[in-house]
């Protein structure tokens, strides 16, 4: 019985470490993720591979994503344009380290014989939900918005309020797909114009620019990883 439980463990552990060699996974300081398919790897050669990824956001990012769209439609969209004081749900996500900005409701005066619509708009006083420059230098743009008024396409029939807070948690929660190049042999990235627009671009090999990242920096522990797993599951 011992023996049979210990052959179990040891293919448990076996497939956790083959499947853990089959993606690269690395949590960024704003609480985004970006996931690297390396058993999709393409090799274009000599160790040299397109690897898909995708850009996701942390569960506790999306959470507060959800709070806050729900917060915006349900509690100030028909509220007076202004400056609000944001809701105890609002800051229920750790210390505050930058400062509790308000909430802002603007109006929007519709032209040309379209509607008139409120837009509810905030800076989050979370540097962890922000990118480093943004956290460093001041948020220049709303952490997030919302627009409280919406016709569905052409037609004259608005979007009722759970069906704009639902396209909005979808819209602010979507994962971003793109595509990234490796040398692991040179240890460098690739670059291909327009690559970064168009994850699916087709192109050529002598159109890759390759260049080394820099010593000590994120994307240099980038590459070192993703081809070490690359050499660990024998693609190279």
């Not at 985004?32 to 393409?42: D, P, R």
């Not at 105890?88 to 008139?116: A, Q």
């Not at 090999?205 to 994120?218: F, L, R, V």
Request: with cysteine; charged share 30%.
């Amino acid at each position: 019985m011992k023996k049979l439980l210990g052959i179990v463990v040891l293919g448990l552990l076996l497939t956790s470490s083959a499947f853990a060699t089959d993606y690269h996974a690395r949590t960024f300081t704003d609480n985004t993720q970006k996931i690297w398919n390396l058993k999709g790897a393409e090799e274009i050669g000599y160790k040299q591979f397109v690897v898909k990824n995708v850009i996701r956001k942390t569960k506790e990012r999306i959470e507060y994503n959800n709070v806050l769209v729900r917060e915006f439609h349900e509690n100030f969209c028909d509220r007076k344009p202004g400056n609000y004081p944001a809701t105890k749900e609002m800051l229920n996500f750790g210390n505050i380290d930058i400062e509790n900005y308000p909430i802002t409701v603007k109006f929007m005066e519709g032209s040309d014989n379209s509607y008139d619509y409120n837009v509810v708009e905030y800076k989050t006083p979370y540097k962890k939900f922000l990118n480093h420059y943004d956290a460093e230098h001041g948020q220049s743009f709303p952490y997030l918005y919302v627009i409280c008024k919406k016709t569905k396409g052409n037609t004259s029939e608005f979007y009722s309020r759970n069906e704009l807070i639902s396209k909005d948690i979808d819209f602010n929660n979507m994962e971003v797909e793109t595509t990234d190049i490796f040398d692991c042999d040179r240890m460098m990235d690739g670059h291909v114009r327009g690559l970064f627009f168009n994850p699916n671009l087709k192109f050529k090999n002598d159109e890759i620019k390759w260049s080394p990242p820099k010593k000590g920096t994120i994307g240099e522990s980038i590459v070192f990883n993703v081809c070490k797993k690359l050499k660990i599951n024998n693609r190279f």
